[in-house]
């Protein structure tokens, strides 16, 4: 298995907060790891310091065997394509130009777009079933287009791990199954790794290979969901009270709160 991305003690703090308090796990190739917890509980900042837009952290995050603190936003944009839970920009955009967005990383100094940039411009569209809105303006598309476009925009980005922020947060149960599915597919077809940081527990196993839990800054358990979930684990991650049950369709766990 290869090891995509190893992270190593982190720890990070807010001036007095302090969010990761010695953070450790690994990432491998054409995996989703799915990371849970509580509101506060560090996972958008994990996701921040991967992303490298937290530099100053305590510990190591290697990607690739490379520490993130000293590589580039343009060599990390290379790798990594960041679908954050809402995306709105500050101008009215064509949705063609969100997803050139993505192409930015891969301009040199010396030319700009090239013909390849819009063919895969196209092609990522249309894998998003986003090509239907290409000159629309981003800002008049409903919630659930608009992350057509954005995941069209991390297709055409090509970067080979998938940071996935509550993608599916705003988005109702058919349009969250789609996008789900399309992303799930692309990562088999491109060997896509993924983190995908989630509050649907149930939505978040069925998705992933393993999941982690993430509490006061330390994750409490990480494994394969039918390996580590228990009633009890439940409680001290979100101290609410859950049954598990087999889901009979996926033959996962179903966590059934009450
Ligand atoms: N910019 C900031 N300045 C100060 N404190 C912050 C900042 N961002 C986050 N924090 C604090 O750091 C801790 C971890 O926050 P983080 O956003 O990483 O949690 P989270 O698990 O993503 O939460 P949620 O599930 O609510 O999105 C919280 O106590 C939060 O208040």
Known sequence: MVEVLKAERVKYSYGEIQALNGVSFSLYEGEILSILGPNGGGKSTLLKIVSGILKNYEGSVKLYGKEVSVCSIKELARIISYIPQEFSPAFDLRCETIVLFGRNPHVTALHSFTKDDYK?????MKR?????????????????????????KAIAQKGKIMLLDEFTTHLDPGHSQKLIELVKNMMKLEGITAINVAHDINQAINMSDRIAFLKDGKILAVGKAEEILTETLIEKVYDAKSTIIENPLTKKPLVVFY
């Open 120 to 124: 895969i411009i196209e092609e990522s």
């Open 128 to 152: 998003a079933d986003a090509l239907e809105f290409r000159d629309r303006l981003f800002n008049t598309l409903s919630g659930g287009e608009r992350q057509r476009v954005v995941i069209a």
